[in-house]
């Protein structure tokens, strides 16, 4: 997996580290060889994955979807999911 860090301070809070790590290996179980963009913003973090094939498109979103709701983390998910064949996502 690439994973790429746009913006990111110096030290991360415990709380978003362990759910950045946590993210990353739901993600990482389901397809090794994807791309993985995250950017700290004033309001949040912004999730980019560019699955390695189409065929992880639906089991990433699924996974991420559950992964979030156990949390009770709310996203602000992009519409072009199937356009694009890359799931972005803010929280």
């Known amino acids: 997996m ?3 860090k746009r913006f990111f301070p110096d030290t ?3 709380n978003e580290e362990t759910y ?3 993210l990353i290996g739901y993600i990482e179980s389901i ?3 994807c791309y993985l ?3 700290k913003l004033r309001e949040g973090y912004h999730f980019r994955i560019a699955p390695s094939t189409p065929k992880y498109s639906q089991p990433l979103l699924k996974e991420i979807l559950k992964f979030n709701n156990k949390y009770g983390i709310h996203l602000d998910m ?3 999911i199937k356009v694009t064949n890359s799931i972005d996502f803010l929280i």
Do not use: C, Q, T
Request: a negative charge; proline letters at 6%.
């Open 78 to 80: 992009s519409k072009s």
């Open 2 to 4: 690439y994973i790429n």
């Open 12 to 14: 991360l809070p415990d």
């Open 20 to 22: 950045i790590s946590l």
């Open 31 to 33: 397809d090794e060889l």
């Open 37 to 39: 963009e995250i950017s």
